[in-house]
């Protein structure tokens, strides 16, 4: 299939063109508003809930990942294919989870239901084992009032891998420029089309848009360009070289989860922490970088890694650490033609430890209260080498420069008890919804507490859990 008209959307396999609409509707409003497939629900609408999950997939493979309608704008869609509840099955033709979810009485109201049957649809067309914790997994990101987690999990365990794949169709993807509205969509597809379009007077980048797509309207009344950053092929390779990774910035949150799985098996827990699977299939790591939120959680994660961002502009490349790219609240070097293109991670040697550790109010799917990262090396109970980075703990996230140089070489309690007693000359937090500055400080001394039992019991990581569970 190759359209002419270039502004459409495949919905179902059936292709639908977007007409008379501005730039700001949200998949979830057009899918519902304009296409009448009410199937796909609202009850939050700021990501936390599921019940607008859809399935989204590319031209050219198969693969299909839930994503929640309400938080994606439909220019980011452009050109892609987009499969919604009533693409699964109907009540002549129910899909086998369907069939399975009426009889285990996984349904009561059925507002949430559409959102789990995507999210378990991608769970059975993925290669996972379906078994209690990819289920859990799956679902983490889907609220149910009414019913109660056990039938759903049983639904799912039911069909396992007895069920007939949801195929998406094949299509040739073009780089789809749309006006919707007053504002132009580009989707530019390699770094070269991004160049010629960074000389536009009044432009917005937007990548997965997870936290940008929350604000209502996203841009100014001066601003009539949105540039998605998320199709450039170049910002979304993963190399995986001798000792580090080098992560596109448009890669999403669930392709760096698969890929440090074995990698930096320490990281799996936060990682599936950050988010459910819809966020963490359309967020993306340059994303969270560049939003420079103080407790954004991969940054502290990076910075203790010493890691190192190139940037990419209309002048040119050049790399920059970490270290020196945040410059105040939700602040960063960039200019504005310029972008994070790729990420250097050194990965972590063997004789160190690494833990990454976030408090929040919720244990999934909330945002941090606090996160601290933690990569050091011990010999004969001394601190050979030590790098902590932590977020929530000022305006920016941070590397807490001062405090490694005075652990470093130190003995491994009295360190600790320096940091314990001492850690208001190292982190000034701030009050806000999330916690108190005092309540910062007091649970960064716990995390001191975790980290020496973690490195007195021989723990190589300790999840929040474990620790809670004590
Ligand atoms: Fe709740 Fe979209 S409506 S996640
Ligand atoms: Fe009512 Fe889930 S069945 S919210």
């Not at 009414?146 to 007939?164: D, F, M, Q, R, W």
């Not at 195929?167 to 530019?188: A, C, R, W």
């Not at 379009?197 to 209502?216: E, H, M």
């Amino acid at each position: 299939m190759h359209p002419e008209n270039t502004n459409f959307i495949y919905v179902n396999r059936e292709m639908r063109t977007l007409s008379n609409i501005d730039y700001d509707i949200t998949l979830l409003d057009w899918l519902r508003t304009n296409l009448k497939l009410k199937g796909t629900k609202e009850g939050c609408a700021e990501g936390d809930c599921g019940a607008c999950s859809v399935l989204v997939h590319d031209g050219s493979n198969s693969e299909v990942r839930p994503i929640n309608s309400c938080l994606v704008r439909v220019g980011q869609v452009v050109g892609k294919g987009v499969i919604t509840v009533e693409g699964i099955g109907n009540e002549k033709k129910p899909h086998p989870l369907q069939t399975s979810f009426i009889k285990e009485n996984a349904s009561q109201c059925g507002y949430c239901t559409p959102g789990f049957i995507i999210s378990g649809i991608s769970l059975l067309n993925s290669n996972k084992d379906v078994d209690e914790n990819s289920i859990n997994d799956s679902v983490s990101g889907n609220l149910c009032r009414c019913t109660g987690y056990s039938p759903i999990v049983k639904a799912l365990k039911s069909v396992g891998n007895n069920h007939e794949e949801i195929k998406p169709i094949q299509f040739v993807e073009q780089n789809n420029d749309v006006q919707l509205g007053l504002v132009s969509y580009h989707n530019p597809i390699n770094l070269d089309e991004l160049l010629n379009l960074t000389n536009k007077p009044n432009f917005r980048y937007l990548a997965g848009g997870t936290d940008l797509n929350l604000q209502r309207p996203i841009i100014n009344e001066d601003q009539n360009t949105i540039i998605n950053l998320s199709n450039i092929k170049e910002l979304k390779n993963i190399e995986v070289q001798n000792n580090k990774l080098l992560l596109g910035s448009a890669v999403t949150i669930e392709n760096f989860l698969v890929t440090i799985k074995d990698r930096i098996p320490e990281l799996i827990e936060l990682l599936q922490r950050f988010g459910s699977p819809q966020i963490r299939n359309q967020g993306t790591i340059g994303g969270n970088l560049c939003t420079s939120s103080p407790i954004g959680d991969i940054a502290p994660v990076f910075l203790a890694l010493n890691a190192k961002l190139n940037i990419f502009g209309s002048n040119g490349r050049k790399k920059v650490n970490l270290n020196e790219f945040y410059t105040g609240y939700r602040k960063n070097i960039l200019t504005k033609d310029e972008i994070v293109s790729s990420i250097e991670v050194p990965l972590p040697k063997k004789d160190y430890n690494l833990f990454c550790w976030k408090l929040s109010k919720r244990y999934d799917q909330d945002i941090s209260t606090i996160s601290l990262t933690v990569y050091i090396k011990i010999r004969d109970q001394i601190i050979d080498d030590i790098h902590l980075a932590a977020g929530g703990i000022a305006e920016t996230p941070k590397y807490l420069d001062n405090l490694c140089k005075d652990m470093k070489g130190q003995k491994l309690d009295k360190s600790i008890s320096l940091a314990i007693n001492n850690i208001k000359n190292y982190i000034k937090p701030i009050s806000d919804i999330r916690g108190t500055a005092d309540y910062r400080i007091e649970s960064f001394r716990g995390l001191f507490r975790r980290l020496e039992k973690c490195l007195v019991d021989g723990v190589k990581t300790m999840s929040i859990m474990d620790y809670n569970n004590e």
